[in-house]
């Protein structure tokens, strides 16, 4: 699908400042905690007015889900460094 059609699909913008690491690709972090909450039972997508992104709200649940997030400034972890 591509980023750009993925956040103008579910009404989210670039990431401003944390990014999801996964596979050796980056992810806007909160744009996908918003559409991951859709997968919730009885749940739908969040939007991005109904929470705030940031190091206190998505980047610690993305974390604590054991997923590597970045600054958007960091270089992406690449699998010989992550392998540590």
């Known amino acids: ?3 750009e059609r993925f956040l103008a699909d579910h009404g989210y913008a670039e990431a401003r400042a ?14 996908i905690i918003g559409v991951a909450h859709g997968y ?3 749940r739908e997508p969040l939007r991005s007015d109904e929470f705030t ?3 206190q709200n998505v980047v ?8 590597h997030v970045t600054t ?3 270089e ?3 699998p010989a460094s992550s392998a540590g």
Request: aromatic share 10%; no cysteine.
């Open 1 to 3: 699908m591509g980023r």
């Open 18 to 31: 944390y990014l999801l690491q996964y596979e050796g690709r980056s992810y806007d972090s909160k744009a």
């Open 40 to 42: 919730l039972s009885g």
């Open 53 to 55: 992104g940031g190091e």
């Open 60 to 67: 610690r649940r993305l974390r604590l889900l054991g997923f």
């Open 72 to 74: 958007s400034n960091d």
């Open 76 to 78: 992406p972890e690449t």
